[in-house]
């Protein structure tokens, strides 16, 4: 076992289910670096995540426009238009942008009605995917330097989350999945095409590494569609990334009680962001996940605590876990900007506290 191992090794190791010299502890890149607290948070032995992406997308006869305005909040509104041969498509988002908020609300998305459905098949269909490998260079350098950062690439959303999440929302997609069910069928099988092409860029990049997908509601799509929607579309990647000596993981912060078992079957090496307090107890999970590694987001519920509470919580945590080869601390979702360095530092204090893996 490596007695020196720098935060980058430290979880490179877990990724690769071998055992660490310590507890790793990742937080997302986009979480610390420029903001006030930054040199302090990085000197407490943490690893940054940063999340980077091989592909982009051309769409060669759709053409697209912002139209953009200044809120009398302050906040930026931005309407983007989309002209397909079919007829326009439209979504818009508000943003609040800063040093203590980073916040994007959606107000308007693609779908409006049943005759969008024609205009997204048109719009997926003339989807081009195409490497975008020199805008990570950089982050591949950075990532072969195992110091303080480590790089992952990011095969994108899976094709029914992304129809939920910036396509439809959830109520609509809850009406049109029980009025339009073949529509929604047809327009994800083409949605498939697209997200497997790339899924081939990201199993060709030079990235040891890769997401797909995440943030699934199972209370929303049920067992059968996360069956053949989700754990399909892993398998299919999966293969991909595995015969190119890659991992791929899966975001899963959300209320994973019902679909434990089918995790467990499903075609992943970790699984990410997973928050014990919405979900089974970190020990559960390991003893349902036994040959994937289990990267967890630090309970979004006790953000909130005192700086003990946050020291206790952590420990309460540690003593769950029954293998340290696939384990680690991370946090992947936001934390209340006035508590965010006080936090991630308690984390770290129980950490070391915890001491080495012997």
Not at 19 to 26: E, G, L, N, Y
Not at 205 to 230: C, E, F, K, W
Not at 345 to 356: F, H, P, T, V, Y
Request: glycine content about 4%; aromatic content about 8%; charged content about 25%.
């Amino acid at each position: 076992m490596n007695r020196d191992m720098t935060p980058a090794q430290r979880a490179k190791a877990v990724y690769r289910s071998e055992r660490p010299d310590r507890v790793p502890f990742t937080v997302y890149e986009s979480k610390v670096v420029g903001k006030p607290f930054e040199d302090q948070v990085r000197s407490s032995n943490i690893c940054l995540l940063r999340r980077v992406v091989s592909w982009r997308t051309v769409t060669p006869n759709v053409k697209a426009r912002q139209e953009t305005d200044r809120l009398p909040n302050g906040h930026v509104y931005q309407r983007t238009i989309l002209e397909t041969p079919l007829g326009c498509l439209s979504c818009a988002v508000e943003k609040a942008e800063g040093i203590d908020i980073d916040t994007t609300w959606k107000k308007e998305r693609l779908f409006k009605d049943a005759d969008d459905y024609s205009k997204l098949r048109f719009l997926y269909q003339d989807m081009v995917v195409q490497e975008n490998d020199q805008s990570i260079a950089d982050s591949v350098r950075l990532d072969q330097e195992n110091r303080d950062v480590i790089v992952r690439d990011t095969i994108g959303s899976e094709p029914m989350q992304e129809l939920i999440s910036d396509i439809m929302g959830v109520e609509t997609f809850s009406y049109e999945w029980m009025d339009n069910r073949d529509e929604i069928e047809a327009l994800l099988a083409i949605m498939s095409e697209r997200s497997l092409e790339k899924a081939r860029i990201v199993a060709a990049s030079p990235l040891g590494m890769a997401n797909y997908g995440g943030n699934v509601t199972p209370q929303i799509i049920g067992r059968d569609a996360y069956i053949q929607h989700y754990m399909a579309r892993y398998a299919e990647a999966y293969d991909l990334l595995h015969r190119s000596g890659k991992l791929m993981g899966v975001h899963l912060d959300g209320a994973n009680a019902p679909i434990m078992d089918l995790i467990a079957q499903s075609k992943m090496d970790y699984v990410e962001a997973y928050d014990p307090s919405m979900s089974p107890s970190v020990r559960q999970a390991m003893q349902t996940f036994p040959d994937k590694v289990l990267s967890i987001n630090w309970p979004s519920a006790l953000q909130l605590g005192t700086r003990d509470e946050i020291k206790q919580a952590t420990t309460d945590i540690l003593v769950q876990v029954t293998d340290f080869s696939r384990f680690i601390m991370g946090v992947t979702e936001d934390i209340p900007a006035w508590k965010f360095a006080e936090n991630i530092l308690a984390i770290a204090d129980a950490l070391a506290c915890w001491g080495r893996l012997t």
